[in-house]
């Protein structure tokens, strides 16, 4: 029988699906259009009969040919993008954990609906619950200026961040008829979605809402609101209209146009993504890396890695990259490093040829660049989490894909059709290999993650203990054909990092 469940806003059914109930577009809030653009989320209308849930919602508008690898086919966009799905064993009492997965894109693309994303595999082989989100992207989500200022919650930013935050308070309210546990939440998430994972362990205002998480690539990010306010002066600018007020008017297309202009611009400075979270007052009082060291997070365990290569996925056809000798390289550097851009090849240099890695000068730049704006950022939540006594649990992924004649390496978003199991989705193999081994490792991922989601180690019977990460040991959990603990790896390369920033702004 299809089940029906009855949330304070209305009924839903949702589809069987071998073995499990599954609830696509499921609303969790009103949508943010016409005068709720650029403001907090607000909660959805009810609506009456019974809501059949056997279709993904719209996904966020995005610029065209920006997606992100695991999106899958092009959904149809629209501002009413506000949905959830939920993948459920039963929708009983069994008090089952709940994974809720935050999509990664830069903060610019992506939904919770992508090939790579779907919670079947998860749901099935640990009993659980997976429920994946949308949320605001681009300026829609990420616009920040003072004169944005939302008098009743006092916001002026981060309208995406409080899109995953009315989803988790949705799945607070409701994942009970659902077969789960809102005492047991786990957030987990890659990029931007690992990034906003972090910034929401980083969030007095968010602690409640779930109990540990998983950060795949991404540590805490914020730009000062003295930033975004120049950012957001800057769309203006680009998009013809006298100040941040007029954007609300303003049509999509035309906003996204001027959007991408806007990214453009930033990638050729350097400066990195140029929409994201902002330390506002609100939602992020101060940058989430320092709320951590301070404490606001104790007791929430984290599960915290990236991918060796991560920044080789754009790489990858960029012909001066690949093609650079050793001054371009430098060059490159300099836009993120300025004057200690040298100091920093040499030393990766260095490093590399202890272990006698590749010197090549992209396989240089790619190392230095992973670090600073993926590993670096998660080792320091890492360091800042277990001083305060909470067990943490670090891994390295080095996996290569096979893909391009290996060109790729354990390249950035690698590891999520491995932790969701997805890897037999057609086409997916190219990317991740197959066979034997590759699914031995996808198996033991998969197993971990979920240890973790239900008790908060990630230990299991096939990786063996897995030690939680200090800053002295700095155990880590090297996740390839064979799973082994290795202390410190890499250590030269991250001793490096010592007292110098990192990140993808200056700031951090």
């Known amino acids: 029988m299809t089940a029906i469940v009855e949330t304070k806003e209305g009924r839903l059914q949702g589809v069987e699906e071998d073995s499990l109930t599954v609830f696509r577009g499921v609303p969790f809030a009103k949508p943010p259009t016409g005068a709720l653009r650029f403001r907090p989320p607000q909660p959805a209308e009810p609506w009456s009969g019974v809501r059949v849930c056997d279709t993904f919602g ?3 508008p995005q ?33 089952r954990p709940v994974m809720v997965w935050i999509h990664g894109g830069a903060f610019v693309t992506g939904s919770g609906s992508g090939a790579f ?41 981060n309208w995406g961040l409080l899109d995953q ?51 795949e690539s991404g540590g805490p990010n914020g730009v000062p ?23 609300r008017d303003l049509d999509v297309a035309e906003l996204l146009a001027a959007q991408t202009k806007l990214q453009l611009a930033a990638a050729d400075t350097g400066a990195g993504m140029a929409l994201a979270p902002t330390i506002d007052g609100g939602l992020l009082p101060t940058h989430p890396l320092r709320a951590i060291e301070g404490g606001v997070a104790e007791g929430k365990e984290l599960l915290v890695g990236t991918n060796v290569d991560e920044m080789k996925l754009w790489v990858v ?8 000798d050793e001054a371009f390289i430098l060059r490159r550097l300099e836009k993120t490093f300025g004057p ?68 790729l390496g354990s390249c950035h978003a690698l590891e999520i059709p491995f932790v969701f199991g997805t890897l037999t989705t057609p086409g997916v193999e190219r990317f991740t290999g197959e066979g034997k081994a590759a699914l031995s490792l996808s198996e033991r991922m998969q197993d971990a993650w979920l240890a ?17 990460y200090d800053a002295t040991r700095r155990a880590t959990m090297i996740l390839d054909a064979e799973c082994r603990i290795e202390d410190a790896p890499l250590e030269a390369e991250r001793s490096y990092w010592d007292n110098r920033p990192a990140g993808r702004f200056p700031a951090e």
């Open 117 to 157: 994303y779907r919670g079947e595999h998860l749901a099935k082989r640990g009993d659980v619950v997976v429920v994946t989100v949308n949320y605001r992207l681009g300026a829609l989500g990420f616009l920040a200026h003072p004169d944005l200022l939302d008098e009743e919650s006092g916001s002026s930013a």
């Open 165 to 215: 935050v009315a989803a988790l308070q949705w799945v607070q309210a409701n994942i009970h008829l659902f077969g789960g546990d809102p005492t047991n939440v786990t957030i987990f998430g890659e990029s931007a979605g690992s990034m906003s994972v972090s910034c929401l362990v980083g969030s007095p205002a968010t602690q409640a809402l779930f109990r540990r998480a998983i950060a």
């Open 452 to 468: 973790f989601a239900k008790t908060g180690n990630p230990s299991t019977e096939a990786l063996g203990e897995w030690p939680p």
């Open 63 to 95: 610029p065209q040919g920006q997606a992100m690898a695991g999106q899958g086919t092009p959904e149809e966009q629209n501002e009413d993008c506000l949905f959830l799905n939920v993948w459920t064993p039963a929708c009983d009492d069994g008090a």
């Open 340 to 407: 200690d851009a040298a100091d920093a090849l040499q030393a990766y240099k260095a490093a590399r040829s202890d272990r006698g890695d590749d010197l090549t000068p992209v396989e240089l730049w790619t190392a230095v660049e992973s670090d600073r704006v993926f590993r670096i950022p998660s080792l320091r939540m890492c360091e800042a989490q277990a001083a305060t006594g909470t067990a943490v649990y670090d891994y390295l992924f080095t996996w290569k894909s096979p893909a391009l004649g290996g060109l």
């Open 317 to 324: 056809g960029n012909r001066k990259l690949t093609g650079g």
């Open 225 to 247: 609101m003295t930033t975004a306010t120049k950012t957001a002066e800057q769309l203006c600018a680009l998009a013809g209209v006298a100040d941040v007020a007029a954007l």
């Open 58 to 60: 719209f996904v966020a």
